[in-house]
C-alpha cells in the first residue's frame, strides 16, 4: 500500500512539474520567450493621392441615333458603317412614291378648295345685290316683308359660305404643306459631320417611322475625336467624386499605356444590379479622355485610337494632400478595446443589443510600435489613404519604429508586450518564403 501511494505522489508530482513548465515558457519565467520576426520602419512625410477605382466601357461624348420619320422601303443607301460623313450628306432615301401620290391629292384638294371659294364669293356678290335691292324696295313698301327676309337670309348665307371655303382652303393648304414635309423626310441628311460608328438596316428593307411608336433606328453617327468613358462607381464612394475630378484611365487595348481624363458628369439617379440582397447600387460617371495623353498613337491610318465598347479601369482621383505624415497602410489594425469590453461585460443590465453596439464602438486603429524587444499598441488617427500608404493625423509623431510587416503578426499575433525581434524586411520576406 505504501508502494502505491508513493508512486501516485511521484505521478502528481511530474504532471505538476510539467504544467509549471509549460506556464512558465509561456510567461517567460525561465528559458528564452516566445519571440516574433519583424521589420520596422519610421513614419514618413510624403504626397498621398487618394482614388476611387471602377470599370466601364469606352463610348463617344457624342452619338446621335437616327431614325425615319416616315415608313417605307429603303431604296438607296449611300453608306456604310466605318464612314465618316460630313453635316447635310445624303444618307438613305426611302421609297416616295405612296407620298407623292398623297401629295398630287392634296394639291388637287388645295385647287378645289378654292374653286368652292370663288364659287361662293360670287354667290356672295350676287345675294349682297339682291339684298341691297330688296331693302330699297321693302323701304318702299314694293315686297312683304317675307321676301325681305328671304333676301336677308340668303345674303347671311352667302357670307358664311365664303367664310366655310376660305377654312377649307386653309385646311387644303396645310394638308399640302403637311405632304411636302412628309415627302421630303424620305430623303435622310447627315445632322452633323462624324463617323458611322453603327449600321442598322440594309438596301430593300422596310423601316418604321416616329411618327408611329419608337420607329427603326437606321444608323448612328458619332463623333470618334471626343471619346469618354462610362463607369459605374459605387454607392459608398459616389459622394467624393466631384466634377473635373482627374482620373487615370487604362484600356484593355492598350495595356501599356495610362492616359488620362477628367470627370464631366455625374448621374443623379443610381442603378441596380442583381436580385435580392445581393443588389448593388452604382452611379454612372462620365470621365472625357484628355488629348494631350493619346495624341501619340494618332496616325493616318488610325486617326481614331479608340472605339465604342472598348474595356477601361479608371482611378479617378478624389483628393490630394502633400507633406502628410504617413505609414505603410498594412501597419493599421483593429483590436478592441479591453477595458471597456471587460466594463459592459459586468453591466448585466444593458441589453444584448445595446452590448453589440457598444462593441462596435469600442474597436479602435491600431499599430504596433517596437519599444526594445516588446512591441507598444498605439491607438492612432488615419486619413486618406492611397493603395500603399495611410495618412496619420494622430497618434504618431514620427520618431517611432512602426512594425510594417508580416501582416499576419499585425494582424492577429501582436499585443501590448509581446516579444519581437527586429529582422530587415527583404531578409523576413525570404524566411517566409
Known sequence: MKRKSILRYLIAAVVLLLIIAVIGKKKGWFGKPDTIEVSVEKPVFRTITESISANGKIQPEVEVKISPEVSGEIIELTVKEGDRVKQGQLLCRIKPDTYVSIKERTVAAVNSAKARLTQAEASLVQAELTFNRNKQLFEQKAISESDFETAKTNYQVAQADVKAALFNVESAEASLKEANENLKKT?????????????????????????????????????????????????????????????????????????????????????????????????????????????????????????????????????????????????????????????????????????????????????????GDTARMVVVETGIQDNRYIEITGGLNGDEDVIVAPFSAISRRLDQGKHITRVERDKLLKTKK
Open 187 to 371: 430623303t435622310i441628311y447627315a445632322p452633323m459631320s462624324g463617323t458611322i460608328s453603327k449600321l442598322s438596316v440594309e438596301l430593300g428593307e422596310r423601316v418604321v417611322g416616329t411618327a408611329q411608336m419608337a420607329g427603326t433606328e437606321i444608323l448612328r453617327i458619332a463623333d470618334l475625336a471626343r471619346m469618354e468613358t462610362r463607369v459605374n462607381v459605387n454607392e459608398n464612394d459616389i459622394v467624393r467624386v466631384k466634377l473635373n475630378d482627374t482620373s487615370l484611365i487604362y484600356v484593355d487595348a492598350y495595356p501599356d499605356e495610362i492616359f488620362k481624363g477628367t470627370v464631366t458628369q455625374i448621374a443623379n439617379s443610381a442603378s441596380t444590379t442583381g436580385i435580392s440582397t445581393d443588389q448593388v447600387t452604382t452611379f454612372e460617371v462620365r470621365i472625357f479622355f484628355l488629348e494631350n495623353s493619346y495624341k501619340h498613337l494618332i496616325s493616318a491610318s488610325k486617326p481614331n485610337p479608340f472605339r465604342p465598347g472598348m474595356s477601361t479601369n479608371v482611378e479617378i482621383q478624389t483628393n490630394t494632400k502633400n507633406n502628410i505624415l504617413t505609414i505603410p497602410i498594412q501597419s493599421v489594425t483593429t483590436r478592441a478595446d479591453s477595458a471597456n469590453v471587460k466594463e459592459k461585460a459586468v453591466d448585466d443590465s444593458k441589453t444584448s443589443n445595446e452590448m453589440i453596439n457598444q462593441a462596435k464602438q469600442k474597436i479602435n486603429q491600431v499599430v504596433f510600435v517596437a519599444a
